[in-house]
């Protein structure tokens, strides 16, 4: 009864545990992994050359591994199929902030550190020459992303030599 009830609740993980089955707790994707994201990832050093062959910025999801809200974008946020179509826009690029193997030469630790990434998901739209245009800390719903996407993106089209205003503190 228990186990229906949070079935019906949508607390799946918690009924898989009652009913005795190992549960399947969502995981990120790695760039080129198949996963939960609809979104065709790649690595920072693609990313870099495709923004520059496709004169098209970056959209760099830096997540950890074991990141629960970085999960809960990806489960929710990168699924919906208006968010999969707004990234024509960019190159998405996907990096594990907390990785110490290179990925064609770069570490996703340092990238991190460069970038000055302190929450997880951080997503920045990154120039092809490697400049942030836009910063966001923290996970957000579908809607909420794209209108920050969206944003960011038509003030780069007016001002593309703009720079990103930091954050105090």
């Known amino acids: 009864c228990l186990a229906a009830l949070l079935l019906a609740t949508g607390s799946g993980m918690f009924a898989q545990v009652i009913l005795g089955s190992s549960p399947t707790?969502?995981?990120?994707?790695?760039?080129?992994?198949?996963g939960l994201?609809?979104?065709?990832?790649?690595?920072?050093?693609?990313?870099?050359?495709?923004?520059?062959s496709e004169n098209k910025p970056m959209l760099v999801d830096f997540y950890a591994v074991l990141c629960?809200?970085?999960?809960?974008?990806?489960?929710?946020?990168?699924?919906?199929p208006d968010v999969v179509a707004g990234l024509q826009?960019?190159?998405?690029?996907?990096?594990d902030a907390e990785g110490t193997e290179p990925v064609r030469g770069l570490v996703g630790e340092e990238l991190?550190?460069?970038?000055?990434?302190?929450?997880?998901?951080?997503?920045?739209?990154?120039?092809?020459?490697?400049?942030?245009?836009?910063?966001?800390?923290?996970?957000?719903?579908?809607?909420?992303?794209?209108e920050w996407l969206e944003d960011s993106l038509a003030n780069h089209r007016r001002d593309p030599g703009a720079e990103e205003e930091q954050p105090d503190g």
């Open 25 to 34: 707790a969502p995981r990120r994707t790695a760039p080129g992994e198949p």
């Open 37 to 52: 994201s609809q979104v065709a990832w790649n690595d920072f050093a693609t990313g870099l050359e495709l923004a520059a």
């Open 68 to 80: 629960a809200p970085c999960k809960t974008m990806d489960q929710f946020t990168f699924r919906n």
């Open 89 to 95: 826009d960019v190159i998405p690029v996907r990096i």
């Open 112 to 146: 991190a550190e460069k970038y000055n990434v302190v929450t997880y998901p951080t997503l920045a739209l990154i120039d092809e020459r490697g400049k942030v245009i836009s910063r966001n800390r923290g996970a957000m719903p579908p809607e909420k992303f794209l």
